[in-house]
């Protein structure tokens, strides 16, 4: 099976001095798909996790500082349960913002998905792998 783009929000959501924010897909998830969001957060060293209302499980794939004072965060869900989904993003203390993507996938493994992860930051130049 091909990987495929299956839905996300649009826009995403954005709070303001907070500590959590949800966004619910437009449609039900399809069970065995793939849940991938993104996070800005207005603050740095924040943990930074996730749930939704299927109970899926959340894992970090990576985070970036992104100035001074934000960072981004990536986490995954997947082999996830079908159903209408709002997913809750929570940090561990409050950040000037919080912004907010998610989208679902199908097509990718079910377990095992991250096989390595990339980074750059500034002007230029080509991320390097890391893990």
């Known amino acids: 099976m091909a990987i495929a783009f299956v839905q996300a929000p649009n826009p995403g959501a954005t709070t303001a001095s907070s500590t959590s924010l949800a966004l619910a897909f437009g449609s039900n998830v399809t069970a065995g798909s793939s849940i991938i969001i993104a996070t800005r957060i207005g603050a740095q060293g924040r943990t930074v996790t996730a749930s939704d209302t299927q109970g899926n499980t959340y894992t970090i794939d990576k ?18 349960a079908a159903g209408a989904t709002t997913v809750t993003v929570s940090i561990s203390g409050a950040a000037s913002t919080i912004r907010l993507c998610i989208a ?12 390595q992860v990339a980074s750059q930051s500034g002007a230029g130049g080509s991320p390097s792998p890391a893990s």
């Open 63 to 80: 985070v970036q500082t992104q100035t001074t004072d934000h960072e981004l965060n990536i986490l995954s869900a997947h082999n996830v």
């Open 104 to 115: 679902e996938y199908s097509g990718l493994a079910t377990s095992s998905t991250l096989d």
